[in-house]
């Protein structure tokens, strides 16, 4: 497609439920990233993807959260028995490989109300 | 200290104004400086973006680094109520050379309104 893709848009669960998002990056961009935005924060580090390297998990706040990515393709996030401090947008952005600099860009985000 | 500090405003202005977005960082490893512009329950788009000191031009809009002092700034000129957003800058100290891109360090972002 023309740009990120995630779904759902939308997403109010209760808490304790397990919740996935769902990213789909840029046809041939080859690293992708997860970030969190909470209402008035900035854009928090999650995690990263690029090719087959071990991703880099660092920002992951808690076992509770994980991510798969298969290949170059679709990348999922996944929330386990969530908790109301996980409501946020949470932003995929890919990137190509670049050796001048490293834009990314954005999906739409996945807003996630936990209740 | 946080790595990259951006005054959150809001800041409003009239249209036609010259507007002035800031950042500062710490970390002086930081070597690419972008800014993105973030509408309400939109993802980030890029806007700007500037490798090691200098400035840069693209229609009403100037990004200007400062490594010395460790300070971005984002000029927009004429402002437009279509200009109104939050605005995001983000730097990264290194492209991790083969392998692509790496993260960037987000500023909280200014919400900035411009009144028609």
């Known amino acids: 497609g023309a740009g990120v893709s995630q779904s759902p848009s939308n997403k109010v669960t209760e808490k304790g439920k397990d919740v996935e998002l769902r990213c789909d990056p840029i046809s041939g961009h080859t690293a992708l990233y997860w970030y969190r935005q909470r209402l008035g924060q900035g854009l928090e580090f999650l995690i990263y993807?690029?090719?087959?390297?071990?991703?880099?998990k660092s920002g992951l706040p808690s076992d509770r959260f994980s991510a798969e990515r298969t290949g170059e393709s679709v990348s999922t996030l996944t929330i386990q028995r969530t908790q109301q401090e996980d409501s946020a947008v949470y932003l995929c952005?890919?990137?190509?490989?670049?050796?001048?600099?490293?834009?990314?860009?954005f999906g739409e985000g996945s807003w996630l109300t936990v209740v | 200290q946080k790595e990259v500090e951006q005054d959150p405003g809001p800041l409003s202005v009239p249209e036609g104004a010259i507007v002035s977005l800031n950042c500062t960082y710490s970390n002086s490893a930081f070597q690419y400086f972008m800014w993105y512009r973030q509408y309400s329950r939109k993802g980030p788009e890029l806007l700007m973006y500037t490798y090691s000191s200098g400035n840069k031009e693209d229609g009403r809009f100037t990004a200007q680094v400062d490594k010395s002092s460790k300070y971005i700034s984002l000029f927009i000129r004429d402002s437009q109520p279509s200009d109104s957003a939050t605005y995001l800058c983000a730097m990264s100290a290194q492209v991790n050379s083969g392998a692509g891109s790496y993260q960037l360090t987000f500023g909280k972002g200014t919400k900035l309104s411009v009144i028609p």
């Open positions: 993807f690029q090719g087959n390297s071990a991703p880099d």
């Open positions: 952005a890919s990137s190509p490989v670049v050796r001048a600099g490293n834009t990314i860009y």
